[in-house]
């Protein structure tokens, strides 16, 4: 890859200067030759009233902003490579875009002193030019870090793989404005302009079909339409609302709906009764895991170990211990339970508290509640052969 130093100043890098607020992101400058969202860069993401503050502020104190580097594409144009953030901050500062305090005033540009205006449009502005193949490009896309922002891993991924699918990808999955969000974030989590919600949505459509998201964009790299994606991702949302009627609960965010979808969505379920089965179990104070509950039920409750049921604490277990250990030594029998009724060695066996463990007489599962009138002590040999029963 080819590179060559070059100087611009701040007013000739946002000539011709477009920020399109639905979108979140700044497209050209230099009247028109530099594309500033190119297809693999991330979300602008300094609209924070703080980074893209620091940035105005340091051209105003004549720091550097630091190397930038544009790619001299096909036809002479040029794409940022690195540094969108900070050149999107300077045009998004230059057409009014946000404010800065200055003197304990708030000051836009239009409102700044002619000499700190000049500060901005005049500062110097080190560009690297690059130029090679997509993949040299590319590589280096992957080595940068933004201002101390690392790309995440479906960032780099839209890097690697951009073209028309990642474009119309992104505008759907990626724009912070999509009206779609709010229902989209009872069941997922993640920010649109990390590319967060649309990682999600190619995973679930990528493991419909036993393939990662490497590979599944590597296939439709060069689709014009998402058509697919958006058909699964909408699908797997539908099913869950209407699975699990009602207010969607907090637990219910970031589940692995696509993998639940898959193994379950062919199953028939009375939504009314598991509607009141999530209640019961989240009003539960036996359930450990809440967010295992719609598996749990999902699964036709086989899997109890979704919920990490809580144990009997120490004080239970040893109140439980002393009450049957008192009632053994009177009756001359074993104090576990199961030895007692046995006809072995160890009938009248007393065991220490060390060669005991707490059980459930009723099973959780089946009802039984995790507390001293439903809590026995059994040898550990009795404990561990009882299973569910």
């Known amino acids: 890859m080819r590179t060559e130093l070059k100087h611009y100043t701040g007013g000739e890098i946002v000539e011709g200067f477009v920020y399109n607020e639905f979108e979140g992101k700044g497209l050209f400058g230099l009247a028109g030759r530099l594309v500033i969202q190119p297809e693999y ?30 790619n001299v594409a096909d036809g002479g144009g040029l794409e940022v490579l690195d540094g969108q953030p900070r050149i999107t901050s300077v045009g998004r500062f230059v057409t009014g875009k946000f404010a800065i305090h200055q003197d304990g005033r708030e000051q836009t540009f239009s409102s700044l002193a002619v000499e700190d205006q000049a500060k901005i449009m005049d500062s110097d502005l080190l560009i690297y030019e690059c130029q090679g193949t997509e993949r040299d490009i590319k590589d280096w ?7 101390g922002v690392p790309l995440n891993t479906q960032e780099l991924l839209n890097s690697i793989y951009s073209g028309p699918f990642v474009t119309a990808a992104k505008a759907e999955f ?9 229902k989209w974030s009872a069941y997922v989590k993640g920010d649109p302009k990390r590319q967060e919600i649309l990682a999600v949505a190619l995973a679930w459509v990528a493991g419909s079909y036993g393939l990662t998201v490497d590979a599944y964009l590597a296939k439709h790299r060069q689709d014009g339409t998402i058509a697919e994606l958006k058909t699964y991702f909408t699908s797997v949302i539908e099913w869950v609302g209407t699975v699990f009627v009602g207010i969607p609960e907090k637990e219910m965010r970031g589940l692995e709906w696509g993998r639940l979808y898959e193994a379950y969505h062919n199953n028939s379920y009375n939504s009314a009764a598991l509607a009141a089965d999530v209640q019961a179990l989240l009003g539960d104070p036996a359930v450990g895991s809440r967010k295992g509950i719609y598996e749990y039920l999902l699964g036709g409750r086989q899997e109890p170990q979704l919920l990490m049921i809580r144990l009997f604490d120490d004080k239970t277990k040893a109140l439980a211990y ?11 029998t074993s104090n576990c339970p199961l030895c007692a009724i046995g006809d072995n060695a160890n009938k009248d066996r007393i065991y220490r508290r060390d060669e005991m463990d707490a059980d459930h007489v009723t099973a959780w599962s089946k009802g039984g509640a995790t507390d001293l009138a439903n809590c026995e002590m059994l040898c550990i040999t009795h404990n561990r052969t009882k299973g569910n029963r």
């Open 41 to 70: 860069q991330r979300n602008y993401i300094y609209n924070d009233g703080k980074k893209d503050v620091a940035v105005i502020e340091s051209l105003l104190k004549g720091y550097p902003l630091g190397l930038i580097y544009f």
């Open 141 to 147: 896309f992957k080595t940068i870090n933004i201002a």
């Open 174 to 182: 990626s724009n912070s404005q999509n009206a779609n969000l709010q």
């Open 322 to 332: 002393q009450r049957q250990t008192d009632r053994a030594k009177a009756d001359g």
